[in-house]
């Protein structure tokens, strides 16, 4: 039990770095008390209680299964890799698809000592496009997702589309491009970058040397995002970006380039 609350471990052996899980849950009780309300907090709890103790009762309400993006957005659900449409020689790689939580990532975002408006803002492994349609909320220059497969890609273009229906685009353009990360091309701008865990240590190591390209000679500082920080040790070896803070129990990491605290 004290190792529990005191030590770092993983929910999902394998899936997920481990973290102090005891921080993250008191973190995240927080964030939905800010952004979900009193009731959506108090359900919420009770929920995970219930399912503590194997009751079936309120299940619905756990903050898992309430997603707080609206019906008209199609992003839940698990798909595990072996389910998706990927290029063979990138299938290894490749992680399952998975959302992020919004509260969690709105969270992070808010922390990074930026003014917005300067930064693009990018996902590499967008799967439907949910850190997407977060990300449309705030006043980025631009919103891009690069993703893989066919299949996801095309559910995102889809959500775009509906976004922009529901006028819920408040930063600049939002794009679903279909491509292996390593492959994208990105402007000489400073960046937001955001990795929900997407892939392995090839690919990542891929993208920070194209990173390095365009990123270097760039003054303003840019940040990457990292959830479930499963291969951070490439990232602190490759040494483009240094890391700046932990979150959420160190379930997040968040790294900057250049002399940025
Ligand atoms: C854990 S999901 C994250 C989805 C989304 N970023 C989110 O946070 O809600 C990881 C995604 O990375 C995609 N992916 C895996 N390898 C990739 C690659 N080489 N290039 C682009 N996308 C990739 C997968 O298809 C999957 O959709």
Redesign the pocket.
């Known amino acids: 039990m004290l190792k529990f609350v005191f030590g770092k471990t993983a929910r999902y052996p394998g899936y997920e770095v481990e973290h102090y899980q005891v921080r993250r849950k008191i973190r995240s009780v927080s964030l939905n008390l800010k952004y979900g309300g009193f009731s959506h907090t108090t359900l919420g709890v009770l929920a995970q209680i219930c399912h503590k103790l194997k009751l079936s009762l309120l299940q619905d309400y756990r903050f898992y299964n309430r997603m707080s993006v609206p019906d008209w957005l199609d992003?839940g659900g698990i798909?595990e890799?072996s389910e998706?449409d990927?290029p063979e020689k990138?299938r290894g790689?490749?992680?399952?698809?998975?959302?992020?939580e919004e509260y969690e990532f709105r969270y992070v975002l808010e922390r990074l000592p930026i003014a917005i408006e300067d930064y693009k803002f990018i996902?590499?492994?967008?799967?439907?496009?949910?850190?997407l349609s977060f990300a449309a909320d705030y006043p980025f220059r631009r919103v891009t997702?690069?993703?893989?497969?066919p299949m996801?890609h095309q559910v995102a273009e889809k959500n775009i589309e509906e976004m922009h229906r529901h006028q819920k685009v408040n930063s600049g353009p939002v794009y679903s491009t279909l491509?292996?990360?390593?492959e994208y091309e990105m402007p000489e701008r400073p960046h937001v970058i955001?990795?929900?865990?997407?892939?392995g240590p090839d690919?990542l190591e891929g993208v920070l040397d194209r990173l390095s390209r365009h990123l270097s000679d760039v003054d303003q500082p840019s940040y990457l995002l990292y959830?479930?920080p499963i291969h951070h040790q490439v990232i602190e070896n490759h040494g483009l970006f240094h890391k700046t803070a932990s979150r959420m129990g160190g379930k997040w990491f968040v790294y900057a380039t250049g002399n940025e605290q």
Request: proline share 2%; charged share 15%.
């Open positions: 992003v798909h890799q998706l990927l990138a790689s490749a992680t399952r698809y998975e959302a992020t996902d590499y492994g967008s799967g439907k496009g949910v850190v997702g690069v993703e893989l497969s996801l491509r292996d990360a390593t955001y990795l929900f865990n997407p892939f690919i959830n479930n």
